[in-house]
């Protein structure tokens, strides 16, 4: 690492700029059956309406049978990424969950669980820091259409707030 | 989205609200083997002790052989996630880490950093947004009962400080 | 918990401390082929170079095919984990991204996607809140060495601001 070039930040101190906060959402209507839907401008959008410049975008989905990652968006992968939470967690195996509540999602929960509800994504002078072949995306293992209302929570500093 | 609805948030500006920061922990007591606990009612009652309004708590487990992440917690998936990590990384089969260190635990170190040992979660309004069959849990993948000490670090808007 | 105890944090409030951000980043060059490096010293070594005391750490990886955990860093595990990725998203099978785009890293990207791009480890007295035998790692995917510039965003309590 360069240390001059590396030392991108600025300190935000009393008598500069507070760190800020803002709360918002993200509704998205999904087909189910492991859809994964490209979040980015949406959050993204949220970024440069609320005025941020730099921090973090916490996106959060709450509800237990989807998750969030990071993927190259491109058909290709639309079809690899499903194909492999087939594999690591089997529509249609016996589950627990299912016997249970005469269910038929026990693999859209296990999915959901090992890929997590929550991602945090920097950003700086307004940009989120993902690479250019890097989209961020919902994945709905349910069962069925839903619709989903992610949680886009943003920290740092605002334009006009110094 | 609706942009008026969906703008839950509040700014926090200079002459405001500072955001706050608080790193509190919890103790859990695992009985190993993959032994799942529900961590949602102790990291909410972290958030209201503190008198925290709007922000995140990020769950941390210090500790390299369990993981966090969340899932409806019944009876039910709680054997279907574990079985699911007994097929990603089977106990019993050939880990280098074990034939070095003459252990039996290869599997829950790799259980564990495909888990991850950290958790964000947005609360807003002093609670946590979870879905209503969502809860925070611990999967503790060691072989033995444990006693975990989780971090949880609260940063956001508190309550008096305006 | 022991409340007392427990109740580790302070608060940041109005005429004390505000929370500051620094948006620093790390290089490093990898090998590709589930490469597995300890970022540990280096993500330490910016909380230290910028004088936060207390909050936490956000390490991100900007690209598709590389992601981050924490692990025991040691000679087992770093064939361990790159095996269970191997049986997850095995190299030279089937995957829809190769065919699109007469590539080979198809499994790289479902392994990227899989572990995520994202960490967040807290920090306290200036230290990372890690385990002994609990290290940050990236692991790099890929299937030729590459050049990674990863994020690490500080949020948190700094020295001398107070």
Request: a negative charge; hydrophobic letters at 40%.
């Given at each position: 690492?360069?240390?001059?070039?590396?030392?991108?930040?600025?300190?935000?101190?009393?008598?500069?700029?507070?760190?800020?906060?803002?709360?918002?959402?993200?509704?998205?209507?999904t087909r189910g059956?492991?859809?994964?839907?490209?979040?980015?401008?949406?959050?993204?959008?949220?970024?440069?309406?609320?005025?941020?410049?730099?921090?973090?975008?916490?996106?959060?989905?709450?509800?237990?049978?989807?998750?969030?990652?990071?993927v190259e968006f491109?058909?290709?992968?639309?079809?690899?990424?499903?194909?492999?939470?087939?594999?690591?967690?089997?529509?249609?195996?016996?589950?627990?969950?299912?016997?249970?509540?005469?269910?038929?999602?026990?693999?859209?929960?296990?999915?959901?669980?090992?890929?997590?509800?929550?991602?945090?994504?920097?950003?700086?002078?307004?940009?989120?820091?993902?690479?250019?072949?890097?989209?961020?995306?919902?994945?709905?293992?349910?069962?069925?259409?839903?619709?989903?209302?992610?949680?886009?929570?943003?920290?740092?500093?605002?334009?006009?707030?110094?």
């Open positions: 690492m360069d240390e001059g070039a590396g030392a991108r930040g600025r300190a935000v101190g009393p008598g500069r700029t507070a760190v800020a906060l803002v709360t918002d959402s993200i509704d998205v209507a059956d492991s859809h994964m839907i490209d979040l980015t401008d949406r959050v993204q959008e949220v970024v440069r309406r609320h005025g941020f410049r730099e921090g973090q975008a916490l996106v959060f989905v709450s509800g237990s049978t989807a998750g969030l990652t990071t491109e058909p290709g992968l639309q079809q690899d990424l499903p194909a492999a939470f087939e594999r690591l967690a089997p529509r249609g195996m016996r589950y627990a969950h299912e016997e249970t509540w005469h269910d038929d999602n026990g693999h859209a929960h296990v999915r959901a669980s090992l890929l997590g509800p929550s991602l945090a994504v920097p950003f700086k002078d307004g940009r989120l820091l993902l690479g250019t072949w890097q989209q961020i995306v919902l994945l709905d293992f349910d069962t069925r259409p839903r619709r989903r209302a992610l949680v886009v929570q943003l920290s740092g500093e605002r334009e006009g707030t110094s």
